[in-house]
């Protein structure tokens, strides 16, 4: 099984830009489909954006899409979030998630479907 490893959060103004990293370990990067996910304080775990296992594909909701870009590089084991333009609403603990579950053709956005979690990086923005 993976095991995930977060890092890049911080606390920065609104504006700036910041990149999230997951490093993956223990199994094969490649055979996982990819998802970044955030949690605010008293709310929902929410979707933020997803990858397939080559990279072929990205999918973003709608809050993060032109803001946001999803990338991985399976040489090196890593999953990556820029984040551009950052609002205070984005402000969370963001998550990256595996999925290994091969019968997927388009990467899901429920928290449930993906088996493997980090232990999350904290974003805060201020206004």
């Known amino acids: 099984q993976v095991q995930l490893v977060e890092s890049g959060g911080g606390l920065v103004q609104a504006g700036v830009s910041l990149r999230l990293s997951c490093a993956a370990s223990?199994?094969?990067?490649?055979?996982?489909?990819m998802g970044w996910f955030r949690q605010a304080p008293g709310k929902e775990r929410e979707f933020v954006a997803a990858?397939?296992?080559?990279?072929?594909?990205?999918y973003y909701a709608d809050f993060v899409k032109g803001r946001f870009t999803i990338s991985r590089d399976n040489a090196k084991n890593t999953m990556y979030l820029q984040m551009n333009s950052l609002k205070p609403e984005d402000t969370a603990v963001y998550y990256c998630?595996?999925?290994?579950?091969?019968?997927?053709?388009?990467?899901?956005?429920?928290?449930?479907?993906?088996?493997?979690w980090g232990q999350g990086t904290q974003v805060t923005v201020s206004s």
């Open positions: 223990g199994s094969t990067f490649s055979s996982y489909t």
């Open positions: 990858i397939t296992r080559r990279g072929g594909g990205t």
């Open positions: 998630a595996a999925d290994e579950f091969i019968g997927r053709v388009v990467p899901s956005t429920v928290a449930g479907l993906y088996g493997y």
